[in-house]
């Protein structure tokens, strides 16, 4: 009797956990690993986004910078047969930046076949140049143009490209090279959704994560609107 009460009193000091603290312990586990799952999946569909929720909230002062999200250097794929860099896009240098959009943009009009058209309206559902003409996607569902800005042509352009050129690469390579252009297009603004996916536990240097529609509107988040790219509202080259 001695050695029972003795275990009671261990119990409700903390000397041992309770069956009740074991399962709320296991319940926690199992909760994480389904958001990890959940975060990690259905990307293609998302066409008006993903919200992201919980109480971490971006402040803006500068935890991500744009050197930290912006791709640089050459395309590996593609890059030296278009003749593009990725530091061709610079606001200080809209020379270079028109050009890359044009060799870019090159092959909008390309026809595909109905196998491609397939995986370009897929791709191109997934994505948009939505801080420039607020269009929901690049494409409308029976592939025809959904925007007419200079950034979607050359989206839409590398995405036919890509697809008749390189059929090998999947649906999900094609889309975050779309996407490495788009956060050159907008830099500030993706500098702040960077700091938003950060602050949520989302992995920012992920760039379907961070440009396509999978996590839309996440930038709000962010209180301040002072950027090292120059500003949230920054954009490079011609609508």
């Known amino acids: 009797?001695?050695?029972?009460?003795?275990?009671?009193?261990?119990?409700?000091?903390?000397?041992?956990?309770?069956?009740?603290?074991?399962?709320?312990?296991?319940?926690?586990?199992?909760?994480?690993?389904?958001?990890?799952?959940?975060?990690?999946?259905?990307?293609?569909?998302?066409?008006?986004?993903?919200?992201?929720?919980?109480?971490?909230?971006?402040?803006?002062?500068?935890?991500?910078?744009?050197?930290?999200?912006?791709?640089?250097?050459?395309?590996?794929?593609?890059g030296s047969k278009l003749g593009v860099e990725y530091d061709d896009v610079s606001a200080s240098n809209p020379t270079s930046t028109e050009a890359a959009i044009q060799k870019l943009s090159a092959y909008e009009d390309k026809q595909l076949n109905s196998e491609q058209m397939a995986r370009y309206i897929k791709i191109g559902s997934s994505i948009a140049c939505e801080y420039c003409c607020g269009a929901k996607t690049l494409v409308f569902s029976n592939g025809e143009r959904a925007c007419g800005c200079a950034h979607s042509y050359a989206m839409r352009g590398l995405a036919k490209y890509l697809l008749t050129n390189n059929p090998e690469m999947t649906d999900l390579e094609i889309l975050e090279e779309l996407a490495k252009w788009k956060v050159l297009f907008f830099p500030g603004v993706h500098e702040q959704k960077a700091e938003a996916l950060k602050a949520n536990g989302v992995d920012y240097t992920n760039y379907v994560n961070l440009a396509s529609n999978l996590y839309r509107g996440a930038e709000n988040q962010v209180t301040a609107t002072t950027t090292s790219a120059g500003g949230s509202g920054q954009m490079v080259g011609g609508c």
């Open 1 to 78: 009797m001695e050695n029972k009460n003795q275990t009671n009193q261990e119990e409700l000091k903390g000397g041992k956990k309770t069956n009740y603290e074991t399962v709320a312990q296991v319940v926690i586990i199992a909760v994480l690993a389904i958001l990890l799952v959940y975060n990690g999946a259905k990307i293609y569909g998302a066409g008006n986004g993903r919200s992201i929720t919980g109480n971490a909230v971006a402040t803006g002062i500068g935890t991500v910078s744009a050197l930290d999200v912006l791709p640089k250097g050459t395309p590996d794929i593609y």
